[in-house]
């Protein structure tokens, strides 16, 4: 830990309501691993939020963005600094005065947005049917299914910096590479400016239904993970095969160690078999790195988040 109590009282006076300290990750994570977070927040208003941010930078104290707790690793002895969700005013949609603009914030949930998109007939985001994640968090990580990213879809971002400003950027001032957006360290993504298409209500649930039941059909959604554990190597699937068939190739389906499995179903998985601990995984992503650098001489990159110490 590295608060004093100095600096835990100021930040319980900045933030009000919604600070816990020693929070168990595992309750946050789609992984159910992990150790506690030195302290959570819930922020519920951009006044807020950006005098906490202009705080803990000021002091040199860790933060970040928890989203969903989807597609990130949590080590077992846990975080320090502050993770944040971003709740309230920072998780709702509103449709722009502009014809096909949508405002999402940091903090919507994907459901949340694929429902309303649903509803509205806005087209253009149904790849993202399924993912366990926020608007905010898809966005920092370039989410994309299908042959599609979310970064195709998207007009501005609204950040706050570390200095507890706010600031706006169109897509043409923003660098997107694959499974990732390029921004500086402890810079938050406040609300996403997407440019949909107008389709009906059922055209719209149509498409997510067929992207739905592939998921089904081809990821292991009953066992607790983070998703796809690498990055795709470079030229995939044309020229080299992807993470989940190298990882195949090099005989790994069913590979456990503890409560971590290598999927049957998709290899890119590294799934929570019952019991796993963050440890379990960590160990378990070493030995398929290592066998498949053996086998076929490629590094893979992890697509996933490890936080922790």
Known sequence: MIMNVRQKTALEQLTGD??????PMHQLTTYKVGGPVEALWEA??????????RYLSLEGIPYGTLGKGSNLLVKDDGIDGVMILLK????????SAEKSLVWAGGGVHLTDLMRWCRQKGMSGLEFLA??????????????GAFGQKIDERIKALQFVLPGGTQIEKNRSELKFSYRRLHMEEGRLVTNTCFCLDRDTPEAVSEKMGGFLKTRKQTQPLEYPSAGSVFKNPPGAPFSTPGAGRLIEKAG?????????????????????????TAGDILML?????????????????????????
């Open 18 to 23: 919604g600070l816990r300290f020693h929070y």
């Open 88 to 95: 309230g005013s920072l998780a709702v949609i509103k449709e």
């Open 130 to 143: 399924g993912i366990p994640g926020t608007a905010g968090g898809a966005v920092a990580m370039n989410a």
């Open 285 to 309: 992503i070493d030995l398929v790195c290592l066998e498949v650098k053996r086998m076929s001489g490629i590094n893979l990159e992890l697509e996933i988040r490890v936080l922790g110490k």
């Open 252 to 276: 790994l389906k069913g590979k456990r160690i503890g409560g971590a499995m290598v999927s049957e179903k998709h290899a890119n998985f590294i799934v929570n078999d019952g019991g796993a």
């Open 44 to 53: 519920r208003d951009l006044e807020t939020l950006k005098k906490v941010i």
